[in-house]
């Protein structure tokens, strides 16, 4: 799901890129805790991941474009309680 190697805008002006979709609202909208799961469960789930792939990113500025933006989602969602 977080695979930050994805297309973050249109493939029309986005650097090439691999995979799905997954734009800035998506990582916002994550939920890292499903509802599905009781507390028992819930309680095993310490952290978010996700996944930079880089056979399609060819230096470092990309990296840090593809990257920071959806990071920053991902790090706020994950420390901010519910």
């Not at 799905?20 to 609202?25: A, H, M, S, T």
Request: overall charge negative.
């Amino acid at each position: 799901f977080l695979y930050f190697n994805y297309y973050q805008g249109s493939a029309e002006v986005e650097p090439l890129s691999i995979g799905g979709f997954v734009p800035l609202k998506k990582v916002y909208d994550y939920e890292p805790v499903p509802k599905e799961l009781n507390e028992a469960q819930a309680k095993h789930i310490i952290g978010v991941q996700a996944n930079t792939w880089t056979e399609y990113i060819s230096d470092f500025k990309k990296v840090q474009y593809m990257d920071i933006p959806r990071i920053a989602a991902l790090s706020e969602i994950a420390w901010t309680p519910k």
